[in-house]
């Protein structure tokens, strides 16, 4: 099984692009969706969107117009990037990988904290 | 989109406790609804897929049901590591969504 690993920074400052990555381990980049999910303090689980390694995205409605992703087989990552943050965007960033055959994330990361702050 | 929402928020019970959660979406999912636990401070656990296959190494004491738009989950008897967060979620048509979360507590 594989092993998922955020990386970023903790800071981002207010309208400022926040940048995510996820190192895949334990097995090649397999044809799979990679997803985003991210989790306010204290709050629910929100899908932010995901990157298939075919390079097909599918993005939530509301961040759509903010989101990047992409995928770098050479370093068997995928990243995030959400442009224009506000103190909204503060959270636990988590990647995972979708399983295939149900569309649905399986193994996750352990999460990262970026807190959007002046 | 597809809007999930679980009942109750958050609910109290005792060990060995059946507990169930229910979740209704918005539009119909067919069966393509999973159910999530997260325990503080921790990633969510994948617990049921497809509405009520028990996910690999899941105890037996969890169970899903439900078609279309309305979901359950139960916990036949609660233990002590059960107490969590649990989460519905459709895969049903992007984007997917979550319901809101159930908090269950020690009574």
């Known amino acids: 099984q594989v092993q998922l690993q955020e990386a970023g920074p903790g800071l981002v400052r207010p309208s400022d692009t926040l940048s995510l990555t996820c190192t895949v381990s334990?097995?090649?980049?397999?044809?799979?969706?990679w997803s985003w999910i991210r989790q306010p303090a204290g709050k629910g689980l929100e899908w932010i969107g995901r990157?298939?390694?075919?390079?097909?995205?599918n993005f939530n409605s509301y961040l759509r117009s903010r989101i990047t992703m992409s995928v770098d087989f050479s370093k068997n990552q995928f990243s995030l990037k959400l442009t224009s943050v506000t103190a909204a965007d503060t959270a636990v960033y988590y990647c995972?990988?979708?399983?295939?055959?149900?569309?649905?994330?399986?193994?996750w990361g352990q999460g990262i904290a970026v807190t959007v702050s002046s | 989109d597809v809007q999930m929402t679980q009942s109750p928020p958050s609910l109290s019970a005792s060990l060995g406790d059946r507990v169930t959660i229910s979740c209704q979406a918005s539009q119909t999912l067919s069966t393509s609804l999973n159910w999530y636990q997260q325990r503080p401070g921790e990633a969510p656990k994948l617990l049921i897929h497809s509405a009520s296959e028990l996910h690999s190494g899941v105890p037996s004491r969890f169970s899903g049901r439900g078609s279309g738009t309305g979901f359950t989950l139960t916990i036949s008897s609660l233990q002590p590591e059960d107490f969590a967060t649990y989460y519905c979620?459709?895969?049903?048509?992007?984007?997917?969504?979550f319901g809101q979360g159930t908090r269950v507590e020690i009574k």
């Open positions: 995972a990988q979708e399983w295939g055959q149900k569309s649905l994330p399986v193994s």
């Open positions: 334990g097995d090649y980049m397999s044809s799979s969706y």
């Open positions: 990157i298939h390694t075919t390079g097909n995205r």
């Open positions: 979620h459709q895969s049903y048509i992007t984007p997917q969504t």
